[in-house]
């Protein structure tokens, strides 16, 4: 057991430091939450100061412990999270990387490192959630094209996006696994209605995408004709692997700034908070741990982050949730005021156990692929 | 960074589980439960293989170890519900003459508590006017010592706390392998969500516990030791917990294993201040 890292990634972390150091302060101030151009103007011109860096491929190509430390010192320095390139640099690039031909990757892999493309997620819909092997977006044959027709729900950043990952069903008679392929859909492509909704934070990070005889060229298809639920479960051990790495050392940042809080207002006095927040500590800490301990089994075993992610992700929602409500403990009256720190993070950390696969879907995973438990249905 | 056992290190785990295997299985276990007492073939045994010599320096006659090897062997330990003051004698060892040879007991006062006094060659700390009293926990007799808690060694703290993992480890794998076979209305329990969910948790507890044991044994940092303390405090009693709810009326009585990781898990969650100290430690870490 070694926590130590080698010269070689010490020597990374010094470098990305630096370069940090240096960046930073020259970036155009963050956009408010409801400008959606400009945060994806600004979250593409980060993606872009990282390809000129040389840091723009660290979620693809660099070793686990690499992106390990990018994502840490990121973080730690107060940099841009990846926000609207989420889905490019997390689930349809990775994807397409590993599932792709090469015309492909050509194709699209490049304009999402280089910050010019933003990628959105079209899984979820109406009757397809936690059971999104029933999805019924349909999709036909007609010549090179396939015509797509259906709706998606809860897309994230469809507003602003170049590109939708989009699974539909290609084969109703089949099993509902064995039916689904996975297509690029080109976001303006006629056809397509994009209809905001409205979260419980008051902003509109979701939306439905409504599909009406949408032609998609059989060339976007990214593996074979039916076979997208495999290629897709590529892409969800991604989400639920290193994802959340920067989000992490963000919590254990913002515990000790609501200490240091609770020392001014007084609500350190309380032992049952001040034991609270020591336990949010302990918790912290280990997800931390836990983290390097699955980055170094991804390093010796190899390649994508698997169920292990799972117990992590279980056990993080959580606890990011009890760290907001800690957090409203010590603001007392004011965590009803929408602007003071903490209370709209409260609000958005409601999501943590839904998206992304709920927790009780985490708890079936753990269970049967982990523990061998009997599968329900 | 390599954060994962290194060869050796699985060796020298699955040497000290082979032991214990043989020499502590279930039978011995009982046998202990109905025949309370030390077993002192087992303790010179014990000291034999290293177990309490583990982190004594080789030039002095020790294994040279260092804490992650002695966290592993402590996990075993807790995982086989091992009686006897295992970490009393181990942290005497080098010290105490015979001690890490298993030639001589050691017993340790902590937090007005002494484990296994009566059985104890060496007595470390004041254990004047301790008297018996009828412990909870069948395999480990206790004494009530007055005077008032110290500051919990760190070493002793971290050692429990692997104990605990181990423990927590058992009640995860019994609570599985009970909803895997016992079988209601026409299939196993485990195939119910509301058993499989408790199973789920069972284990997300013992994984986010060792990730923190290990990493603190590798740090040695008092607040990685308190944040290990209370996330295996908390696998060993609430696993104990659902575990037992996982056995039904079985793990209410007095056969099923159940029971003893729970009262194991009590005892040892009074040790190194109780909870309360790593928590204030914990807060106090936050703002220095
Ligand atoms: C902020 C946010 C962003 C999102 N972004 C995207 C996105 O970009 N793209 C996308 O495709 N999707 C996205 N989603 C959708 C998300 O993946 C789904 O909401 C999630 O999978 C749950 O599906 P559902 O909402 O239909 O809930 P349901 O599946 O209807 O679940 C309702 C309740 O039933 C429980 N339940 C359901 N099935 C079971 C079962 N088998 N066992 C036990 N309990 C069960 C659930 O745990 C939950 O408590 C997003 C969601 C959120 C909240």
Request: with cysteine; aromatic share 8%; glycine share 10%.
């Amino acid at each position: 057991m070694d926590l130590s890292y080698t010269a070689e990634e010490a020597d990374f972390r010094a470098r990305l430091r630096e370069w940090l150091r240096k960046t930073l302060p020259s970036l155009p101030p963050k956009p408010s939450p409801d400008d959606w151009p400009a945060r994806r103007a600004y979250d593409l011109g980060w993606q872009r100061t990282l390809y000129d860096a040389g840091y723009a491929d660290v979620h693809w190509d660099a070793s686990p412990t690499m992106r390990l430390i990018f994502l840490e010192e990121t973080e730690k320095a107060g940099a841009p999270y990846v926000g609207a390139n989420f889905v490019g640099l997390l689930h349809a690039g990775p994807t397409i990387a590993a599932e792709g031909t090469d015309g492909q990757r050509a194709r699209w892999l490049p304009p999402i490192l280089r910050g010019d493309e933003v990628w959105c997620q079209g899984f979820s819909e109406p009757d397809a959630g936690s059971d999104l092997a029933a999805l019924r977006t349909r999709a036909w044959r007609d010549g090179d094209d396939y015509v797509v027709n259906g709706s998606k729900i809860w897309t994230s950043h469809a507003e602003v996006a170049d590109w939708c990952e989009l699974l539909v069903r290609t084969d109703p008679d089949a099993p509902k696994h064995r039916g689904i392929t996975w297509l690029a859909l080109p976001m303006d492509a006629p056809g397509i209605t994009v209809r905001p909704l409205r979260t419980l934070a008051g902003s509109a990070e979701f939306a439905e995408v409504f599909l009406d005889e949408v032609r998609v060229p059989v060339a976007n298809r990214v593996g074979d004709e039916n076979d997208g639920w495999r290629v897709t479960m590529v892409t969800l051990s991604f989400e639920r692997g290193t994802a959340f790495v920067g989000e992490v050392v963000a919590c254990r940042r913002v515990l000790r700034e609501l200490a240091a809080e609770a020392r001014k207002n007084g609500r350190w006095d309380d032992p049952a908070l001040r034991r609270w927040l020591g336990r949010l500590n302990a918790e912290f800490r280990a997800l931390w741990r836990l983290t390097q301990w699955n980055v170094s089994a991804a390093e010796t075993g190899g390649g994508v982050p698997g169920v292990a992610g799972s117990v992590f992700k279980l056990r993080y929602s959580h606890a990011r949730q009890e760290l907001y409500d800690a957090a409203a403990d010590v603001l007392g009256p004011e965590a009803l005021d929408l602007d003071r720190p903490w209370v709209p993070d409260r609000l958005s950390s409601l999501s943590y156990t839904i998206a992304a696969g709920t927790s009780q879907i985490q708890r079936n995973i753990v269970a049967e692929r982990i523990l061998g438990l009997p599968k329900g249905r | 960074m390599r954060f994962q056992l290194t060869e050796d290190q699985r060796a020298l785990r699955d040497g000290v589980r082979g032991l214990l295997v043989r020499r502590f299985d279930r039978d011995a276990l009982w046998a202990a439960v109905a025949e309370p007492g030390l077993d002192r073939a087992l303790w010179r045994e014990l000291g034999a293989a290293g177990f309490f010599a583990l982190r004594v320096p080789e030039a002095e006659g020790g294994v040279g170890l260092g804490l992650p090897e002695a966290v592993l062997a402590f996990e075993e330990a807790g995982r086989a519900l091992l009686p006897g003051p295992l970490l009393a004698t181990h942290l005497a060892a080098g010290t105490v003459a015979g001690a890490a040879t298993g030639e001589t007991v050691v017993a340790a006062v902590d937090g007005g508590l002494v484990e296994w006094l009566a059985e104890a060659d060496v007595v470390r700390g004041d254990a004047a006017g301790a008297v018996p009293l009828r412990s909870v926990d069948p395999l480990t007799p206790l004494h009530r010592a007055p005077g008032a808690a110290g500051v919990a060694d760190p070493v002793a703290v971290l050692l429990t706390a692997a104990e605990q993992l181990g423990t927590a480890t058992r009640a995860c794998e019994l609570a599985v392998q009970h909803a895997r076979t016992r079988e209601q209305f026409g299939q196993p329990i485990g195939g119910f969500q509301a058993v499989k969910h408790l199973c789920a948790e069972l284990l997300a507890r013992v994984e986010v516990a060792r990730a923190a044991v290990y990493a603190a044994a590798v740090t040695g940092d008092r607040a990685d030791i308190a944040a290990a303390r209370l996330l295996s405090d908390e696998a060993a009693v609430r696993g104990a917990r659902d575990c037992l709810q996982v056995h039904g009326g079985m793990g209410f009585t007095w056969e099923s294993e159940v029971h003893l990781l729970l009262k194991r898990a009590w005892v040892r969650a009074q040790r190194g201040g109780g909870v309360t100290q790593s928590e204030e430690l914990l807060a106090a870490d936050l703002v220095a």
